[in-house]
């Protein structure tokens, strides 16, 4: 069941299929020859679909998914800077990351995850006390791919981002989805390496200018 208020329509459940769908999009992408992603600090590819299982089912449990419409063709995960997460929602995305891994592969994970450092454009807005969206996750399935979804669900996320008149923040591991995004519109802002030569670009969207 989705609620939808115009073009924007919050997933409200999710199946299981559609659920593994979106963690098996992630976990098992093509990579650009010679480029390491983030896939590559986890244990095995079957980890990071774990890990975004449960991603998703804490966005979904803190109401914070979209879909592009009643086929689910793609969803979009966005929260504003402010918005906390509740506890029980986390409990979802830390049982995904031990479900696929072992408690010294998870450390070795966040270790090569954090050795990135923070985004430096989350730093910069948060030291201007600027409030901005957050996407943490973009996923078309993959019988819909190709055809222009991905625009359609960042536009759920632009679109909010220009109501509130706050900037749409989202970091990923791959320069080609890089390059799409700056396509549909962002602006890279920043790229970042983790210490397994993976890296990790930033890229922002200032709302549009008011008339």
Do not use: W
Not at 17 to 39: D, M, P, R, S, T
Not at 98 to 121: D, Y
Not at 124 to 144: A, D, I, N, P
């Amino acid at each position: 069941m989705k609620r939808g208020a115009g073009k924007i329509m919050k997933v409200e459940t999710l199946s299981e299929k559609y659920i593994n769908e979106i963690g098996h999009a992630f976990g098992y992408y093509e990579y650009a020859q010679g480029e390491k992603g983030l896939v590559s600090a986890y244990s095995s590819r079957d980890a990071v679909v774990s890990y975004i299982d449960g991603y998703v089912e804490m966005v979904l449990q803190a109401g914070m998914l979209y879909t592009t419409g009643p086929e689910q063709e793609a969803f979009i995960a966005y929260k504003r800077s402010d918005e906390k997460i509740s506890m029980k929602a986390a409990k979802k995305l830390i049982k995904g990351t031990f479900a696929g891994s072992s408690f010294g592969e998870v450390v070795r994970m966040l270790s090569i995850l954090g050795s990135g450092g923070s985004s430096s454009v989350e730093k910069t807005l948060k030291k201007k006390k600027q409030k901005y969206l957050f996407v943490g996750l973009v996923c078309v399935r993959e019988k819909y791919q190709g055809q222009g979804y991905m625009r359609k669900a960042l536009e759920l996320a632009f679109a909010e981002g220009n109501r509130l008149g706050i900037p749409v923040v989202l970091d990923t591991d791959a320069e080609l989805k890089s390059d799409k995004y700056r396509h549909l519109g962002m602006e890279l802002a920043g790229i970042r390496t983790c210490k397994n030569g993976s890296k990790l670009y930033e890229l922002i969207k200032y709302p549009d200018p008011t008339t």
